[in-house]
T-cell receptor, first 115, second 118 residues
């Protein structure tokens, strides 16, 4: 049982390049989330999904896209990378709504630098 | 605006000592409050979750308290260990209009960085 896994761990992008951050969970959780964490700031929700085929915007969705074709996978797409997207990205999952009493389990993070 | 403010920003203590971290929030309506521990280079890991009706909750050497009237919470760490060096994040959950809890509506504090020295 690996929990939540993310790849890659680190990535450097040039401005305007695109990439996909991968996230997989093996806990059969319905809910999955993408957060970004900037230095000295709290985590901000980018997108979330309540099940396969259903996604919705969080607090800071601009510049990102997501899809959820399976319960296990929730990739995050950056189409035109900008320096403002330099951050650490965390994927998380939970059995039900993250605001409830169910735990959110976080992946190890992807550190992205855009130059 | 819903906010979660933590203090101090950073703290250095000696191994074996106790410490208390503070969290003030303005999130309303309130559902539950969580404390997470985040080791350097890792994702956050949940320590405690408290509803508005709970005043205190313990997890080993970690004890969280909650005063929903004053909108304050604290995390007390006893007999600190080197492995306690981490960022501690206070997270507050919104309550939906329907009386349930809203997915994705977590507000994160900026964290307190704790360093434990031998």
């Amino acid at each position: 049982n690996a929990g939540v896994t993310q790849t890659p761990k680190f990535r450097i992008l040039k401005i305007g390049q695109s990439m996909t951050l991968q996230c997989t969970q093996d806990m059969n959780h319905n809910y999955m989330y993408w957060y970004r964490q900037d230095p000295g700031m709290g985590l901000k929700l980018i997108y979330y999904s309540v099940g396969a085929g259903i996604t919705d915007k969080g607090e800071v969705p601009n510049g990102y896209n997501v899809s959820r074709s399976t319960t296990e996978d929730f990739p995050l797409r950056l189409e035109l990378a900008a320096p403002s997207q330099t951050s650490v990205y965390f994927c998380a999952s939970s059995y039900t709504g993250g605001g409830g009493l169910y735990e959110q389990y976080f992946g190890p993070g992807t550190r992205l630098t855009v130059t | 605006k819903n906010q979660v403010e933590q203090s101090p920003q950073s703290l250095i203590i000696l191994e074996g000592k106790n410490c208390t971290l503070q969290c003030n929030y303005t999130v309303s309506p309130f559902s539950n409050l969580r404390w997470y521990k985040q080791d350097t280079g890792r994702g956050p890991v949940s320590l405690t979750i408290m509803t508005f009706s709970e005043n205190t909750k313990s997890n080993g050497r970690y004890t969280a308290t909650l005063d929903a009237d004053t909108k304050q919470s604290s995390l007390h760490i006893t007999a600190s260990q080197l492995s306690d060096s981490a960022s501690y994040i206070c997270v507050v959950s919104l309550l939906t209009n329907a009386g349930g809890t809203s997915y994705g509506k977590l507000t994160f504090g900026q964290g307190t960085i704790l360093t434990v020295h031998p």
